[in-house]
């Protein structure tokens, strides 16, 4: 069994030599002006990656190998980093069947590595993507439930301070892509299978409203309302059960609320939603619809659809930069990376990854760079790309784990000149 003790040692260890690692070489005829550092997350290789960003290039510079059992792989999978950057958290997404939610302080063990604080907190079965109150109290993160039927799943609320779980809130089947508006006041998720944007109020951890983003039927729902699931069409979940299922009977759409493993059938999903991304300032949502290849923008003053971008294939993570310019989002299907102009509402651009299955996205706090992950397939590396969103161009690239997925951004630091 690696215990948190044998972590620690295992990736002094082997952190101190990875600082040795090579950078990549910069593909831009302007050099970055400070230096940026970022976490990526390898699923399949059960290690998290510090990689930095400098006029020399892009550089793995510390790995750092997580998990309890060494015959389990335990599967990293979301990434986010307390405003004041002193906190990472992790989830893995794999386990008994169910993942737990890691806390790392960043920079504070030996040399510089990252120091594991107390023992994981147990979520719901497959915790993805996760995000923090600004104030570092509490992470929320989604349970995705690749696990058994497929039925309504939660949010897992965690005090910080104590790493305790308060609350799991039932919203949808196959939540995913967790963000806090600005405010921290609201939470956004998406229901990849049911086809709605579902909004939790953070002062009472309920969910507050639900917005259908099904094709042609876009607009509010009511928050207590099932929906009147027939199939589960578009996703083949053939591999995660042993026998078949019998098909369960069709919900009464004058039935109300969700319970934990209620049993739903599934109507087609046409949207498909993955990401929910609130703008700068929190006054929209935008709804990455994996399946349609469209983005859908929400004004969330009025609960209405104001407009949809359309994407190339497969849009599935989104970020917006700092400054409300930019939308960029990874085509997973596609293998790129696309750049919107908010504004215009226009593409600037697609940008090809340097590996296949684009996952996650994040952007610098200058709103210059996009740091990406790629998955790869079987036994390729993972791969992270970053890319000045200036020029459109990638300008450097490294290997990572397996099944890179889930990244963060830490911090960037000036470049100062002696005179």
């Known amino acids: 069994m690696r215990t948190a003790p044998a972590l620690l040692l295992t990736a002094a260890l082997a952190l101190v030599a990875s600082r040795a690692a090579p950078h990549a070489q910069t593909r831009s005829s302007q050099a970055p002006q400070a230096t940026y550092w970022v976490y990526a997350g390898a699923e399949s290789a059960d290690t998290i990656h510090r990689i930095r960003l400098d006029a020399q ?6 790995t ?46 030996p040399g510089g590595s990252d120091r594991l604080v107390g023992d994981g907190v147990l979520l719901g079965n497959f915790p993805a993507s996760l995000d923090v109150t600004p104030d570092g109290l509490y992470s929320l993160s989604v349970n995705f439930n690749l696990h058994g039927d497929m039925v309504p799943s939660t949010v897992s609320v965690v005090f910080t301070p104590t790493m305790i779980e308060v609350n799991r809130v039932v919203t949808c089947t196959m939540p995913h892509g967790s963000r806090l508006d600005p405010t921290g006041l609201r939470q956004y998720s998406v229901c990849m299978m049911d086809d709605q944007l579902v909004e939790i109020d953070t002062r009472t951890f309920e969910v507050s409203r639900r917005f259908s983003v099904a094709t ?11 929906m009147d699931h027939s199939m589960h069409a578009g996703h083949d979940m053939s591999s995660m059960a042993a026998t078949p299922k019998p098909a369960a009977p069709p919900v009464d759409p004058a039935e109300v609320g969700y319970a934990p493993g209620e049993r739903h059938t599934m109507a087609p ?12 300032d929190g006054t929209r949502i935008f709804v990455a619809c994996n399946k349609s290849d469209v983005i859908v923008e929400v004004d969330v003053a009025t609960w209405t659809m104001t407009r949809k971008l359309r994407t190339g294939r497969g849009i599935y993570n989104l970020a917006v930069s700092p400054d409300g310019r930019l939308l ?14 908010l504004a215009s509402g226009s593409s600037l651009g697609q940008v090809k990854t340097s590996n296949t299955i684009a996952h996650g996205i994040v952007i610098s706090s ?54």
């Open 57 to 62: 290039g892009l550089a793995v510079e510390r």
């Open 269 to 280: 999903a046409t949207c498909s939603p993955t990401w929910a991304q609130p703008s700068h």
């Open 216 to 226: 042609d039927a876009e607009g509010p729902v009511p928050v207590d309302a099932a």
């Open 328 to 341: 960029v989002g990874t085509l997973k299907q596609g293998h790129m990376v696309e750049v919107f102009d």
């Open 64 to 109: 750092t190998p997580i998990g309890e059992l060494s015959a389990e792989m335990e599967g990293p999978h979301g990434l986010q980093i307390t405003p004041d950057g002193r906190f990472l958290y992790m989830t893995t997404g794999h386990g008994k069947p169910d993942g737990k939610l890691w806390k790392y302080e960043l920079g504070a063990g």
């Open 366 to 419: 200058d709103s210059r760079y996009a740091f990406v992950t790629s998955e790869g397939v079987g036994a390729q590396p993972g791969k992270v790309d970053a890319i000045d969103l200036r020029s459109l161009q990638k300008i450097g690239t490294v290997d990572v784990g397996q099944q890179a997925s889930g990244i963060a951004f830490w911090k960037m630091t000036p470049v100062t000149t002696g005179r």
